[in-house]
């Protein structure tokens, strides 16, 4: 890819939510960063996360974060570069974590739903949740219809 990019836009009234397309013969880095870049712009309204890791404290995107989980009456946040603690309790940091980019899944967890590799559905009342990385958890069987729903919120975005 060259330093150079070329950026079309296209008005479409009935588009109510911007749309960005990258075409690339391939997924590199500068791609990534370009994804990144749009993503902090649109998540302009939701906070960093503060996560406290041995005796550092650090201020996490919400793009970076996995899950965020309740271990040992603590509140632990898994993002792609490791666990981190949070003073602040779970139901606050639902409040202010994305709605469009997170979901609770259990009395306990609340999951990137764009970390997702996919969903297991295939156990009765359950949900089996696989993460990109390899991570694995369960939905609670009271919150499988408030997933489904979250679900066909994002398939109907991507359909308009």
Not at 115 to 122: E, G, L, P, Q
Request: aromatic content about 8%; charged content about 30%.
């Amino acid at each position: 890819m060259s330093k150079a990019v070329d950026i079309e836009i296209r008005i479409d009234p009935a588009c109510h939510d911007p749309v960005v397309v990258i075409r690339t013969d391939r997924k590199t880095q500068e791609v990534e960063n370009i994804i990144h870049a749009v993503e902090n712009c649109m998540d302009g309204g939701y906070p960093q996360i503060v996560g406290h890791r041995d005796e550092t404290m650090e201020l996490l995107s919400q793009r970076d974060i996995v899950r965020v989980f309740v271990e040992s009456r603590r509140v632990q946040i898994c993002t792609e570069n490791g666990f981190y603690e949070s003073n602040k309790s779970l139901s606050y940091l639902e409040m202010v974590l994305n709605p469009d980019r997170f979901i609770r899944i259990s009395r306990f967890e609340i999951v990137n739903i764009r970390k997702i590799a996919r969903f297991d559905f295939s156990m009765a009342g359950t949900v089996h949740i696989v993460f990109d990385d390899g991570t694995v958890t369960w939905a609670a069987r009271r919150y499988v219809k408030a997933i489904q729903l979250a679900l066909n919120r994002i398939e109907t975005r991507e359909e308009e």
